[in-house]
């Protein structure tokens, strides 16, 4: 996920141990924006087939690298098919 971040946002300044897992992404955390909000929305969508439908759900999800984590992990096995 630290990847990704860095590389789809272009965070030429930052690398993933940079980055701590519980810390805000947004605002006082990595100083991203409301644009760099749209593009992280379609970086995860598209990565890992999760849908985040509203800004709502947005918030909580890039609370932080651990939010966002078990958001993938808890929508990604939602959406799996049953045996």
């Not at 990847?3 to 300044?13: A, Y």
């Not at 690398?15 to 519980?22: F, G, K, L, Q």
């Not at 749209?38 to 999800?61: C, M, Q, R, T």
């Not at 993938?72 to 959406?79: D, E, M, R, S, V």
């Amino acid at each position: 996920l630290k990847v990704m971040l860095i590389e789809g946002l272009r965070l030429e300044d930052k690398r993933p141990e940079d980055i701590r897992d519980a810390e805000p992404i947004f605002i006082e955390g990595l100083g991203l924006d409301s644009i760099d909000a749209l593009e992280l929305v379609v970086l995860v969508e598209e990565n890992f087939h999760v849908s985040i439908p509203d800004e709502e759900v947005g918030k909580s999800a890039f609370a932080s690298i651990d939010a966002l984590a078990d958001f993938i992990l808890a929508n990604q096995a939602a959406a799996a098919p049953l045996p």
